[in-house]
């Protein structure tokens, strides 16, 4: 039996690996021979909107997933007449779109900061009027990493902002000042059983994420992440691993934003929790019983952005787990990561900060 | 960079998946496309003696490493004149003597039952004589899982077990009463780094091997296949990992066999070591810092032999590991194992006991 995955980014990579020891198969779809996915499994290569390859996609697999959320609708529906997809259309749809997302959180009682869509210089000027300044201007599509966004400090800066980011479907939200970032990475098979992971601590640089420590314990804040996750999965029936970033700000949770996939910050459970979000995934998506999501000790995920570390330096680091994605080196880029697993937080994180610094520093 | 390996069986099949986050391609040299290493990895299909194929695999690998150790001689020739070979020659040639494997073992100073090499009857008739019964009668050649061995205890069992095995090379051994089995798994580095993961401590059915827990704390008999592995290790200049199996008797270790390669009794150290044998025989081979071999809680790993278990129903178990190797089933054929790790080694054993209740009786 086959599962196929559109996009075949370090993601797919991680999914067909978890999934193999399931005695699945897998089958890409994307661009060219060089991904990371298609190291370690077969590609059809080519354009999601490709209807000859969707439908050989579609033939061939039992189930068809998705590394990346911004996979176009119709591609998407054309896969859904022929086969099962999974996560469902509709958290996929949402995910797609900043200011749905934010409306279905406000519509489901999940705090989240204010919001208004933009769609004009005139609409940009009320929503600054209405939910002051500062605020952030960002595009409704295919913002991830922190692309597509605009910080708006003064008056002065409506106008760049509008000439910047104005081509596009925008929205404004308001600004809140906000302690540290926390992620919730949740599961839901197709039968129905729900699963979660502890809480992620996420640091971010340059709008990447950084470094995520596990489990954050913060019992109240876990609580309420794990109520808002329960709603979103149950409000899609939703299949597969869901993930939702939250600011903490003042002690309480504000939804920023979801992704209908296995998430960068829930890497640290392949070597820190008993199952990895990458095999409960799959066991969800193919209605396969979830397995155990508890942690195993403290970890730290560090991301290796743009530049490589020396391998062998690296791997010289005590109980440190290396996932080398085998992408060429480019600024920005996530070209691996890394897990270490610690008997404290503390210790983690004491570790992870004297790693990140010897990397910035070229030392590694 | 490319990895070959001789053999795409569930040992290569692990070693890809081990390998692969370390961003390394593997290749296969193996019969055909049904293998479990093919389904993870490319392969070329033919025997190991094709020259072609041999010289093209040479020519596309940095190093070429087995997951079956009885590859001809003729094939290990023909790669080392033409790329790196890990583990060693050597030690792959003694290991497919068990003969040779016994006088070394003796040479090593290396505890080991006693054994004559029988080429005739009237060798077997001395032999007898010298070793006195009960006894076992070996092929020296291509065995393992128990076959090609024929059990001794009587004068009349001579001719029977001349008749039955007579047309190989031979070797008679003393019977040797033992309380139970243990092996050391041991990975040296191509710089010369040793590494050894705890001691298991294994359980056979019908001469294969049924159940593996580990750590097994007996420090005196590790101490001491810690000394007996580090001389294996040192003697043959060995790269990558390697197997000993022990037999104890009245509180004592002896050698019963070794095997140059990942082993069946070390597929625990995916889950419950900091590092598994597979990654630490990638790293080895390929010249890089070991990883830790530190046991992660108590593990038990468990043979799935001749049947699958119910899929479903076997990941409704807490915190069990599957691995299914995705070959077609087949009588007394490894199909695939899983590994629980629990917090105390009675849990471990209790749990697996259970598990092996259910499966024999067909209820799981």
Known sequence: MTVGI??????????ALAGYP????????DGGPGTPGHQVAPSLFG??????????????????????????AEALERLAARTRIAPPRAALATAQDRFAEKALFAKLGIPTNRTQAVDSLADLQRAVKTLRLPGVLK????GYDGKGQFVLRQPADIDLAWQTLGNAPLLYEQWVPFDYEVSMIGVRSLGGQIAMYPLNRNLHRDGILRLTRAPWKAPQLEAAARRHMRRVLTHFNYVGVLAIEFFVTRGRLLANEMAPRVHNSGHWTIEGAVTSQFE??????????????TARGHSAMINLIGRMPDQAALLKEKSLHLHDYGKSPRAGRKLGHCTIVETTAARALQRATTLIRRIDSGKL
């Open 47 to 72: 354009g999601f909107t490709d209807a000859k390859l969707l439908d050989e996609l579609a033939s061939r697999c039992e189930v068809v997933t998705f590394d990346w959320e911004n996979v176009p």
């Open 280 to 293: 409960n995934h799959v066991r969800g998506i193919l209605g396969l019983p979830l397995g155990d999501t």
């Open 6 to 15: 559109l996009g075949a980014g370090q993601l797919g990579r991680m999914l």
């Open 139 to 142: 595009t409704r599509r295919l």
């Open 22 to 29: 399931l005695a699945r198969d897998f089958l890409f779809l």
